[in-house]
């Protein structure tokens, strides 16, 4: 008895689906005439493969469903999306912040805003640190105007993220 | 971006309403733990993993770029679910002996099915999770072998390889069970 080899095991499985040429199909049909050990083997790729046809799809329990549902109405806040409504308040607020920063920094209100932090004073600094350590002056514009563009930059992500990607997800996806 | 009729579903629930999610669990609940199934060995994990990956696909939902269909995305889930599942429960995987006494509960009018049922499930248990859930999806007739190897994380060409061989493995297991269970009678 001849011996079934892994080339001939390849062309098997691709007799059984059906895959294979018109010359290839007439060539191992010729070898399982005479071949009783590739006779033996398609029969045995051929049970695993109406197995495996029969027993395809596994039906859970009844209440599967009903189950998922019951989970996701304990904890809804997570599971969608952050509304578009929602997106555009914080879009607003974010956008006042930096108009009325805006309008407040060239009018000179924080002008004068400015404070020196001497490190020397700070009790931790005295208890571990034998060094003298600088001061540190904080300028009230300069804190002002990063805040406006932290903002900027806020503004921009919840637009960009939480408003139009969504919208432009959905018309693409509706043809609308 | 594909022409998936389940993004309207999406749409849907994107927009608040949480009940049209039921159509989704309805429409995949079967294949989610089938593949569940497939790594796990075993029915009560199954179902209790494909019900997580159910509600993690729902907590991601608005990540999901809708760059591919639903169901590959979902899956993909499904197969990390499971695979975690099998991880953390190792020492609780039930033996085939176990998976032999609940189909025996089924009545002797399925004895023939069930038996080639035991067979085929014994056989598969000897086979590695990847190769498994390759050939649970391929069985499936529902994948290209691009989505195949998108949901379990392989090349196509590695998983057309895998597929292959593990058809071969498979029967050559489930002949080594049957000459063992011919030598026992």
Same mark, same amino acid.
């Given at each position: ?14 007799? !059984?689906?059906?895959?294979? *040429?018109?010359?290839?199909?007439? =060539? &191992?049909?010729?070898d #399982? ?33 009903q189950?998922?549902?019951?989970r996701l109405?304990?904890?809804p ?7 578009i409504?929602n997106? !555009?308040?914080?879009l607003? *607020?974010v956008?006042?912040?930096? =108009? &009325?920063a805006?309008? #407040? ?6 002008d004068?805003?400015s ?5 020397n ?8 640190v ?8 904080i300028?009230g514009?300069?804190?002002v105007?990063?805040i ?22 959905r018309r ?5 | ?5 389940d993004h309207l ?17 309805n429409k995949?609940k079967?294949?989610?733990c089938t ?13 209790e993993a494909a019900?997580?990956?159910f ?10 770029n ?39 509960q ?42 195949i190897?998108a ?8 998983a057309k390889v895998?597929?292959h ?5 498979l ?15």
């Amino acid at each position: 008895m001849e011996k079934v080899t892994q080339e001939s095991d390849d062309l098997l499985l691709r007799y !059984i689906d059906g895959t294979l *040429g018109l010359s290839e199909k007439q =060539i &191992i049909e010729k070898d #399982l005439e005479r071949n009783e050990a590739l006779r033996k083997r398609l029969d045995q790729l051929r049970s695993t493969h109406l197995l495996l046809r029969a027993n395809r799809l596994y039906e859970p329990s009844k209440n599967f469903t009903q189950q998922v549902m019951s989970r996701l109405s304990l904890d809804p806040l997570r599971g969608v999306s952050f509304p578009i409504r929602n997106s !555009i308040l914080i879009l607003v *607020g974010v956008l006042m912040v930096v =108009i &009325i920063a805006a309008v #407040l920094v060239p009018a000179g209100v924080f002008d004068n805003i400015s404070t020196t932090i001497d490190l020397n004073q700070v009790e931790i600094s005295k208890k571990y640190v034998e060094k003298t350590l600088p001061s540190v002056s904080i300028d009230g514009k300069l804190l002002v105007n990063i805040i406006i563009i932290v903002n900027l930059v806020l503004g921009w992500l919840v637009l960009d993220r939480a408003i139009l990607k969504p919208i432009f997800q959905r018309r693409l996806h509706t043809g609308r | 971006m594909t022409n998936d009729p389940d993004h309207l579903i999406l749409d849907k629930i994107l927009a608040g309403e949480q009940p049209a999610y039921a159509e989704l669990v309805n429409k995949y609940k079967s294949y989610a733990c089938t593949i569940a199934l497939r790594i796990l060995q075993n029915k009560a994990d199954a179902e209790e993993a494909a019900q997580d990956a159910f509600i993690k696909a729902y907590h991601h939902l608005a990540g999901f770029n809708r760059e591919s269909k639903f169901s590959t995305w979902f899956y993909r889930i499904v197969f990390n679910t499971a695979i975690s599942y099998k991880r953390k429960n190792r020492h609780q995987f039930q033996s085939i002996e176990n998976t032999v006494v609940e189909y025996q509960q089924e009545g002797e009018g399925m004895l023939e099915k069930t038996d080639k049922r035991k067979y085929l499930n014994a056989a598969m248990s000897r086979l590695n999770e990847a190769d498994r859930t390759a050939l649970t999806l391929f069985y499936l007739e529902e994948f290209s072998l691009e989505e195949i190897a998108a949901i379990t994380g392989m090349q196509a060409n590695t998983a057309k390889v895998r597929i292959h061989r593990a058809r071969q493995r498979l029967a050559d297991e489930l002949t080594n069970i049957l000459n063992q269970e011919a030598l026992t009678l």
